[in-house]
């Protein structure tokens, strides 16, 4: 089992998450908070001040810039679509890519990491994006997330830091553990 660093870029926030010695390090990615667990504790433990499940293994954050480039590839098929083929496509094909891309950016805005105050803006741009692909307009909606992910702290796989408000949050380290017997 490994176990991950996080520590912010600009202030002292830090944090072990996964299995330790003597108990199980367990991060909240919205409060951005460590709670200790005991070994053994239920993988679906929540955090006890916001209720979101805590991670306990790799942290969710740093799929969101693959989410965002698997989001960006259904929308930009779908302008492609529309460019190309205009309105000789079927309404269910356009249809298809419109409901994928809407259950994409639904499961994302519901990632706990979003909801901490300084993802707000990044929160707030998935949720444009929806919105965009509720009207069955993947064009703005492609550039919201094509926005989101020419970000800085997105593109290194980081958050915003709830702590400073100034810096990042990222993995800088992973600790390889014991091979379980
Ligand atoms: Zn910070
Ligand atoms: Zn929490």
């Known amino acids: 089992m490994s176990r991950w660093h996080l520590?912010?870029?600009?202030?002292?926030?830090?944090?072990?998450?996964?299995?330790?010695?003597?108990?199980?390090?367990?991060?909240?990615?919205?409060?951005?908070s460590a709670h200790g667990l005991p070994l053994g504790a239920s993988a679906d433990a929540a955090c006890p001040d916001c209720g979101v499940q805590l991670s306990t293994g790799a942290p969710r954050f740093m799929e969101l810039h693959g989410e965002l480039q698997s989001i960006a590839g259904v929308l930009a098929a779908w302008t492609g679509d529309r460019d190309h083929r205009a309105e000789n496509l079927p309404a269910a094909e356009s249809g298809g890519a419109g409901a994928l891309a809407a259950g994409l950016l639904g499961s994302l805005a519901r990632e706990p990491f979003l909801r901490s105050p300084p993802a707000a803006p990044l929160a707030a741009a998935v949720l444009r994006a929806a919105q965009s692909v509720a009207d069955h307009q993947p064009e703005p909606a492609l550039r919201e997330v094509r926005a989101l992910m020419e970000r800085g702290d997105v593109r290194r796989c980081r958050v915003p830091c709830a702590r400073c408000g100034r810096g990042s949050i990222g993995v800088d380290g992973v600790e390889e553990g014991e091979a379980a017997e």
């Open 7 to 32: 520590a912010c870029d600009a202030c002292d926030a830090a944090a072990w998450v996964g299995p330790g010695a003597t108990g199980l390090d367990a991060w909240c990615e919205s409060c951005q």
